[in-house]
């Protein structure tokens, strides 16, 4: 097992993990967010140094209801 952290977002459906996940980066729009829940659908892995030590910042979709079809939600 890997040595490296990861770091995860995690919360309910259009809380603002992936903006705060740009945020933190400074990198505006580095995790697609959207005004609409349900944006993020798969695990998005970001790779990270702070004083050369690797991380990952792991973005995770939401939870709760999202604007998807029903079988997808």
Do not use: W
């Not at 005004?35 to 792991?58: A, D, V, W």
Request: net charge positive; aromatic share 10%.
């Amino acid at each position: 097992m890997s040595e490296t952290p990861v770091i995860a977002f995690t919360g309910r459906s259009n809380a603002g993990k992936s903006t705060l996940l740009s945020a933190l980066c400074n990198h505006k729009n580095l995790a697609r967010a959207a005004r609409t829940p349900g944006k993020t659908r798969n695990l998005n892995l970001f790779e990270g140094k702070i004083q050369e030590r690797p991380f990952y910042f792991c973005d995770l979709p939401g939870f709760g209801y999202a604007n998807l079809p029903t079988p997808e939600r």
